[in-house]
């Protein structure tokens, strides 16, 4: 059985920084082999995608939404089976759950593996909230 988990969420100013942290396991689940995606839903919206990092072969190659591009980064730690969402640069529009998720294959999704059907797992999410 996968387990995703993700921590770090929390009420921030706008302007600030967070960083959230997902944490994978799994007797079978290696985690270098799986694309690593961040999504994430806001009161009364539906689910959106917030960026992806690539798998090991993949060069964990990392892709962003518009709507955070240059203020998140996301990066993993094979190693530990980690991957985190740096987010800086808060807004009150980024105040949602955070979900991270596991994607065994993103192939012919072009890029960014943006499309939450690609994914196999997800963990059960982690409040932000941006005051203004």
């Known amino acids: 059985q996968v387990q995703l988990v993700e921590s770090g969420g929390g009420l921030v100013q706008a302007g600030a920084s967070l960083r959230l942290s997902c944490a994978a396991s799994?007797?079978?689940?290696?985690?270098?082999?799986?694309?690593m995606g961040w999504f994430r839903q806001a009161p009364g919206k539906e689910r959106e995608f917030v960026g992806n990092i690539g798998d090991f072969w993949s060069g964990s190659r990392t892709y962003y939404a518009n709507s955070v591009k240059g203020r998140f980064t996301i990066s993993r730690n094979n190693a530990r089976s980690t991957v985190t969402l740096q987010m800086g640069s808060l807004k009150p529009e980024d105040t949602a759950v955070y979900y991270c998720?596991?994607?065994?294959?993103?192939?012919?999704?072009?890029?960014?593996?943006?499309?939450?059907?690609?994914?196999?797992?997800w963990g059960q999410g982690t409040q932000v909230t941006v005051s203004s």
């Open positions: 998720a596991a994607a065994q294959s993103c192939s012919g999704s072009g890029n960014g593996c943006s499309a939450e059907h690609l994914y196999n797992y």
């Open positions: 799994g007797r079978t689940f290696i985690f270098r082999d799986y694309h």
